[in-house]
């Protein structure tokens, strides 16, 4: 049973983590990061020990959770010895095959959500992919998941990196869209407020329909009218003007069909 | 006071508004669509009675609320005589003034929200945006707005029409996102289940948080290595690879002066 759990990586994501485990009663006995301001905080968070020294961390640790930007996971492998040590990756675009050269015990604990600072966040509700390196390992993982998820999955890297690139079209260009609806209302000196129950009813929505059957507006019927009112309206915008154009042609490529 | 109400146009606008007016004691006189099917299904569902034919609309109501496509409600003002009628559009891209050949007395009822038949929508949280030919005219919409919604806010024509713009970002082109996501989804055997309380926490942030700090993910920190995998798994789909690339770009923009 894992019941001791060390931190490479102090981001949104491990911190968010980090206090789900611990109020489940989970120990985090060491926290990394390649700074010390961002250990310490994240230290401070948890009361645990924090290091910036990459060879302070050793494998004393019933699971190590390496939540470092993709590009900086290797790096830290390379500086450590994990191999006879159970290690998890916690992104959505890495292999779980990645980490077999560092250790036999391997695995992905990947929670699909976006984690922002400073922002509280119920983890059971979010959904925690799992894959690992053998039966064993799952066990364990899907035994520690449990304690913090109600939805646990398991999901191998092929299907996780779909996830993953759903996940960026569903959450980080649809946050984009909310905040180039801010920022032209905003640049009208009117508020943001004004779009959240239709932000809140959007997604709200997809809770319960297909979001093929939740198109409206003029894209789908291709209203010309309005998409050039539209298209002029930001005529000093040619960046916004483009994605416009892309996404207007996108919708109505993918309901012309039906019309 | 505005008591008795007709509609032209039968769509999932008139219908929901129809309904929450209904609700709230507003009396419809009689509904009118383009075809007899669509009249007829909004006249059972109001239990009025109904026509599609343009000539059998005399201006006896209090309001009348034009409802029907952008580019139709000229041909149903050239074909009716309201002159001396209170009459609204609906429509968030077409100034109030466009009403004002057909009658002194006109104006503006545009609920900010995307409505979809079949799915129930409570009016009170709505935003209502009204705008009015004189003080008069503005007093009786406002009256007649408050029956149905706390939010009732006066917007000038050039204002909704940067709101309908916004509303396109932030709901439509959203919306596809979500089908994209979800696409991306079925076509490897996943359910969109698993994207559903991401989609939630998305919008959930930006009730609380600025959309500009509540964006996570590769596009924002120009994370090469993940956006050219994510590249590589649409590249039998060009025309996403083009949408991934430009919103990619977009946000690597608007957020690189911070980073």
Redesign the interface.
Known sequence: MIQRVKFIGAG?LATHLGKAFAKAGIQIVQVYSRTLESAGTLGAILDVPFTNVIHEVDPDADLIIISV???AIEQVLKQTDFHKQLIVHTA??ISMDFLSPYSERHGVFYP?????KG?E?DFS???V?LEASSAEVLTELKELAAKISK?V?Q?NS??R??????????????????????Q??E????A?D??????????A?????????????????Y?E??IN??LK??NNRP?LM???N??TN??W??HKKYS
């Open positions: 949104n930007k993709d590009d959505g675009s699909l959500q976006t984690f922002s922002r966040i509700g979010i959904p992919c939805t999955y999901i092929d299907d990196k779909i996830l993953h690139l759903a996940a960026v079209f569903s959450c980080n260009f649809v946050n984009h869209f909310y905040d180039i609806g801010a032209l209302l640049k009208q000196g009117l943001f004004l779009l959240k129950p239709l932000i809140a009813e959007t997604s929505k997809v809770m319960e329909m297909n979001p093929r059957d939740a198109q409206t507006g003029p894209a789908k019927r209203d009218t309005i009112k539209h309206l930001m960046e483009e994605i416009y892309f996404v996108s919708i490529q993918a």
